[in-house]
């Protein structure tokens, strides 16, 4: 596959989670037996607040990818008998999947692409990429500018933001950011500018 076939492939795969968002259909991961769906506003909060290595890109340990699991499981519950029993269940099966070297690397998979898959429509603009970092701290938590920028627009009470899928609450975010804000410019997804910048690179080595 060349550069632009895997540019073109990527672009159309992202377009489809794009449809796929606002479908009664959704993209769905399975690991060790356990379908995850997609990831909410306030798992993701969850995730930061415990530092998840998960999220943070360090190398996970056993209680975090059950952690993990078990937030964005579909058959997640709140009965403290029926949570233990299952968070054991969850354990035993991650400890055996991860012991097995043909079925450990498909697990990693299956997390990175549900991560992946959840983080696609961040938004990020062409000055944050370009800012200066400050030492000062920030008068607002981002989490809480997030919520009330979505709220405050669509006048939907606060809860309701947390319990939306992460996806749909980046492209809000984008939305509101792209009707509001004069000459707001919006970066592709990472993903596009990854392939771009593996492009680039090859031009200057001498490769096409």
């Keep these: 596959m060349t550069i632009a076939e895997e540019y073109q492939a990527e672009r159309e795969k992202l377009e489809l989670n794009r449809a796929l968002d606002w479908s009664t259909f959704s993209q769905e991961y399975t690991a060790v037996g356990e379908v995850l769906e997609p990831m909410t ?19 996970p340990t056993v209680e975090s990818i059950v952690d993990y699991v078990w937030r964005n499981c579909k058959r997640h519950t709140k009965n ?30 299956v997390l990175y692409e549900h ?23 920030p008068s607002v938590a981002g989490e809480a500018a997030l919520v009330d920028e979505i709220a405050s627009r669509y006048a939907i009470h606060p809860d309701e933001v ?20 004069p000459d707001y410019k919006l970066l592709e997804p990472e993903s596009l500018r990854a392939i771009k910048s593996k492009y680039l690179n090859n031009l200057n080595n001498g490769q096409k």
Aim: charge should be positive; charged fraction near 25%; proline fraction near 7%.
């Design 80 to 109: 403290p008998i029926l949570k233990r029993w299952r968070l054991f269940w969850i354990q035993r099966k991650i400890e055996k999947c991860i012991s097995n070297p043909e079925q450990a690397p498909d697990l990693s998979f």
């Design 162 to 181: 947390l319990t939306m899928p992460l996806r749909r609450a980046f492209t809000l975010q984008r939305t509101i950011r792209t009707c509001t804000i």
């Design 41 to 59: 506003v306030q798992v993701w909060f969850d995730l930061l607040a415990l530092k998840s290595p998960i999220i943070m890109a360090e190398t």
């Design 115 to 137: 991560v992946k898959h959840s983080f696609d429509e961040f938004p990020v603009d062409a000055s944050q990429a370009t800012s200066k970092k400050t030492n000062s701290m």
